[in-house]
């Protein structure tokens, strides 16, 4: 991956793209399905404190990644699949996920936890300005995955389930 799939940006720097084609052409995004960029280091692929997987992260949360998105209740990327301004929670999971940052992580579940639309369970998708506006009331992969994240910040830090988001 990293003699073919790396892309020296001159204002980015060194970064993984989503797709190349073998001609020196890149297309960067990420997909909020698992296998994803983000999700390198939880699929064992990248060290989460890879200075690729770090940079290349820090972008998938900007503006260079078309389908991230900021709303009045979460942030987190979408993808092509459900349109745009819509956050998959997967992504938010994910991010949570491959972080060692705790108020990186406490973010993650502020946003999960207001925006489930009074559901108690995670969606495909939700519109980043409105909650209510969601895809698949019932989305056992990223249900599942919510339940492996509870478990695993239990196991190492469990002071921060405590918190009030």
Not at 52 to 74: E, H, M, Q, V
Request: hydrophobic share 40%.
């Amino acid at each position: 991956m990293k003699k073919f799939a790396v892309i020296d940006h001159k204002t980015e720097g060194r970064f993984i793209p989503f797709e190349v084609d073998g001609f020196g052409n890149y297309h960067f995004m990420d997909d909020a399905n698992i296998p994803s960029l983000l999700s390198l280091p939880y699929l064992g692929a990248l060290d989460a404190k890879d200075p690729l997987y770090i940079n290349t992260r820090r972008l998938l949360f900007s503006d260079f990644n078309p389908w991230f998105c900021k709303g009045k209740y979460a942030e987190g990327i979408g993808g092509p699949h459900v349109g745009e301004n819509m956050i998959w929670p997967m992504s938010i999971i994910m991010r949570a996920m491959t972080s060692a940052d705790t108020m990186e992580i406490s973010a993650c579940l502020g946003f999960l936890k207001r925006t489930h639309a009074e559901t108690g369970f995670m969606h495909e998708s939700f519109h980043m300005d409105d909650p209510q506006n969601f895809t698949r009331s019932w989305f056992a992969w990223a249900n599942t995955l919510f339940g492996e994240l509870i478990v695993k910040i239990h196991r190492e830090d469990p002071t921060l389930l405590e918190t009030d988001f």
